[in-house]
């Protein structure tokens, strides 16, 4: 995460933790550039849920229900910082 806010900052506010993953969320299709930066940076495009993914370090089959119920999620740039 803090990789994706220092280089990717408007991305960054739109990054959700779901369960150990990162997932980025667009409205409409992103430039040719974001897509290469968060490619660089270790994400890829998940067709099933239209978003951009990042794993870190944590692969597990695809399970039926969905991530979000299952683990959980979050907005860190939602959060006031301490």
């Known amino acids: 995460?803090?990789?994706l806010r220092s280089k990717m900052p408007e991305q960054y506010t739109l990054?959700?933790?779901v369960g150990?993953?990162?997932?980025?969320?667009f409205g409409e299709i992103p430039s040719d550039k974001i897509r290469?930066?968060?490619s660089q940076l270790g994400f890829h495009w998940n067709?099933?849920?239209k978003c951009w993914q990042h794993p870190?370090?944590?692969?597990r089959e695809?399970?039926?229900?969905d991530p979000r119920e299952k683990y959980g999620s979050?907005?860190?740039s939602d959060q006031v910082p301490a």
């Open 62 to 65: 695809r399970g039926t229900q």
């Open 15 to 17: 990054a959700e933790i």
């Open 74 to 76: 979050h907005f860190p």
């Open 47 to 49: 067709n099933v849920r």
């Open 1 to 3: 995460m803090e990789l």
């Open 56 to 59: 870190c370090g944590q692969v």
């Open 20 to 25: 150990k993953w990162v997932w980025v969320t």
């Open 36 to 38: 290469a930066g968060l």
